[in-house]
């Protein structure tokens, strides 16, 4: 299968996404552009920074085509870290920053703490079993609309939720040799 899922490039670690669809197979399609989109199924929004992918994405009229992609039900979304920053309704205490904003979440981020760069944590998934869970400045869902299903939790706070064909991690599952999160992500999208 080709051309079908592609990763959002603008910045960020979408090249370790690339190559954990690469394992499944998939020859992902990096996205910079509008015309990129054209016959996507499935996009992944890498983590990294998510004031610089809202700024860029925003900039390259992404955020605009992106939305209405998903909104019209034709494009499914993974969000790892930044990513899943970017496509929440609400950022606390960021309101201005660029968002998609289809994920009915507030998120925060950095919630860990900003002396608690980095962590690893096994957790438990919905449906998956056991993962292990790369967390690296890391946000956490603090308020889900109903249509939001909580698939892990760490302690009491949900780290990986899904609206629809919207799925999103506050961990980094690209960063682990673990393929079920991104083959999961390609079931929910018709892949
Ligand atoms: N803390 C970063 C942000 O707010 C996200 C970090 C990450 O993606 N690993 O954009």
């Given at each position: 299968m080709r051309g079908v899922v592609g990763v959002?490039?603008?910045?960020?670690?979408f090249r370790e996404h690339k190559e954990a669809l690469r394992r499944l197979g998939l020859e992902a399609r990096e996205v910079r552009?509008?015309?990129?989109?054209?016959?996507?199924?499935a996009l992944i929004i890498p983590g990294g920074e998510s004031t610089t992918i809202g700024k860029l994405a925003r900039e390259y009229g992404l955020e605009e085509a992106v939305r209405r992609r998903v909104e019209e039900g034709t494009l499914a979304l993974f969000g790892t870290c930044a990513g899943a920053i970017w496509m929440a309704r609400e950022i606390l205490g960021y309101p201005e920053q660029p968002r998609?904003?289809?994920?009915d979440a507030a998120v925060e981020r950095n919630a860990f703490g900003r002396q608690v760069e980095s962590f690893e944590e096994d957790l438990e998934v919905e449906g998956l079993g056991p993962f292990h869970g790369v967390f690296i400045r890391a946000p956490v869902f603090r308020r889900l609309g109903e249509g939001v299903e909580v698939l892990a939790r760490l302690g009491d706070l949900p780290v990986l939720v899904r609206q629809g064909k919207v799925l999103a991690s506050s961990?980094?599952?690209?960063?682990?040799?673990?393929p079920r999160l991104h083959r999961y992500f390609l079931e929910l999208a018709g892949v």
């Open positions: 959002l490039a603008l910045q960020g670690d552009k509008v015309g990129d989109l054209e016959g996507l199924k998609l904003g289809v994920l961990f980094h599952p690209e960063l682990t040799e673990d």
